[in-house]
């Protein structure tokens, strides 16, 4: 790899962190943010949490918490935590957010979404600091967590995955407390995806032999899943076809989401079972100077370049122009490009990966 390359990481990393500072919101405590140089606070002030739960996660896979009062800002995130232990972003009104009322679900999707980035805002600040997950718990009882699995509606493999790896993350953060309930439900959840999973790829999802685009919804959020099986250790053993899916990937700057998702797979895959290594770090290496062009000349990365982009699950509350640098493609395209770099200068760059399952994770390499 070319040493041009990891001059050009170094200075994009510290214009990030520069821009980074410059999302501070005026006057409250350092590490609270915009989402993005459109937010305007006055209006939305609720978009800090997510503004705040990604810049910090970023940061923290970026070397910048340095200067933080990490109590201080352990203790603003939690504000946001309702009695049972649920994120919510302040303003959220129950007409605006995504819901499938055919199965009764209203708050779920973005209630897991929130809370599982907050909880990782808070896992980089504080390793140690305890979660309350009371929300959670009802998934232990078995008839609970299969008649919720039993509503998962794999048209739609994309946001279900997010929902799976979600509640997984809270499952596994209850084990300390409960091992043998929690080993129980996690039994019926690797189950439940072995007996749905699609053989010829690996995904889960309806039509995928037929629809390029049902595909590609079933690759983004199998991945998601994919981390259950890194983070306890189980063999996925279909991982090989999930590289081979990629591979047929143009290797071109897609969205925050779908880029971050192919890098996933091909560095675990790679690390887990060396199929098509070769192959794979040539994709990797390709895309890794289309990252690094991507970046904003104020520093920061965005999603897409055109459309409205919204928050997760909020179809009818904060929204603005694709295009801009904001927290949360910025803290997406940084994962990419921190595996791609960790995979051709391994310990040159102390990343920080997250600990906890969700987009941003990574299994330990050494």
């Keep these: 790899m070319r040493e041009d390359l990891a001059a050009r990481i170094e200075q994009a990393r510290l214009r990030t962190l520069a ?35 990604n810049a910090v996660m970023c940061r923290a896979l970026l070397g910048g918490l340095d200067g933080i009062d990490r109590a201080a800002l352990v203790a603003w995130l939690e504000g946001h935590r309702l009695d049972d232990g649920r994120f919510r972003i302040p303003g959220m009104v129950d007409a605006d957010v995504f819901k499938k009322p055919d199965i009764g679900e209203t708050w779920g999707y973005i209630d897991f979404h929130v809370t599982n980035y907050s909880l990782g805002a808070i896992e980089v600040l504080d390793p140690a600091r305890p979660a309350r997950l009371d929300f959670a718990r009802r998934f232990l009882e078995p008839q609970v967590l299969l008649a919720w699995l039993a509503l998962r509606d794999l048209r739609d493999p994309w946001q279900e995955g997010n929902n799976i790896v979600n509640l997984g993350s809270f499952l596994m953060m209850l084990r300390a407390e409960e091992p043998v309930r929690v ?25 995928q032999a037929h629809d390029a685009r049902a595909l590609l919804h079933a690759f983004a959020g199998s991945m998601h899943n994919f981390h259950l099986w ?133 299994m330990s390499m050494r």
Excluded at 22 to 48: D, E, N
Excluded at 183 to 206: I, M, Y
Excluded at 323 to 351: K, Y
């Design 19 to 53: 821009w980074l500072e410059a999302m501070q919101v005026p006057g409250v405590l350092r590490g609270v943010s915009r989402i993005s140089a459109a937010h305007a606070v006055a209006l939305w002030p609720g978009v800090t949490l997510p503004g705040t739960y």
């Design 183 to 207: 080993d129980a439900a996690l039994a019926l959840l690797f189950a439940w995806h072995d007996r749905l999973q699609e053989p010829a790829t690996g995904f889960w999802g309806v039509n």
């Design 230 to 362: 890194y983070a306890t250790g189980r063999t996925l053993p279909t991982l090989d076809r999930a590289m081979d899916y990629v591979l047929t990937l143009p290797c071109v700057i897609d969205s925050a989401c779908i880029d971050v998702d192919a890098v996933d797979v091909l560095v675990h895959g790679i690390a887990l079972t060396g199929h098509r290594a070769a192959e794979a770090r040539s994709w990797l290496a390709a895309l890794l100077p289309k990252l690094l062009d991507w970046q904003e000349v104020d520093g920061g990365f965005c999603d897409v370049r055109e459309g409205v982009r919204r928050q997760d699950g909020w179809a009818g509350g904060y929204a603005e122009p694709q295009g801009l640098s904001n927290t949360f493609a910025t803290f997406f395209r940084w994962i990419a490009i921190a595996m791609i770099a960790d995979q051709f200068w391994p310990g040159r760059w102390p990343w920080r990966f997250r600990s906890m399952v969700g987009i941003g994770y990574r």
